[in-house]
């Protein structure tokens, strides 16, 4: 898809910076994968626990007790 915007120089060129991304067209989606990716954690969050049909993930006993005292003891 093709789209014109228009940016502040001074926004591009400390993006640019920033990332290392010169090309325009990459910097613009490195910017907008980010931003989805951003939001989706945070709407994640916001869940925070609103199932209330959940149940608690099952432990495994046996992994803890193999960390606590290494693999050879």
Same mark, same amino acid.
């Given at each position: ?15 640019? %910076?920033? #990332?290392?991304?010169? *090309?325009? #067209? %990459? ?5 907008? *994968? #980010?931003?989805?990716?951003? %939001? ?11 199932? /209330? ?10 992994? /803890?007790?193999?960390?606590? /005292?290494?693999?050879?003891?």
């Amino acid at each position: 898809m093709r789209t014109t915007v228009t940016l502040s120089d001074d926004l591009i060129a400390n993006a640019q %910076e920033l #990332t290392g991304i010169t *090309e325009r #067209t %990459e910097l613009l989606r490195a910017g907008l *994968e #980010t931003l989805v990716r951003v %939001e989706s954690a945070r709407r994640l969050a916001a869940l925070g626990g609103s199932d /209330r049909k959940a149940s608690a993930a099952p432990r495994c006993r046996r992994v /803890r007790s193999l960390l606590r /005292r290494g693999p050879n003891g």
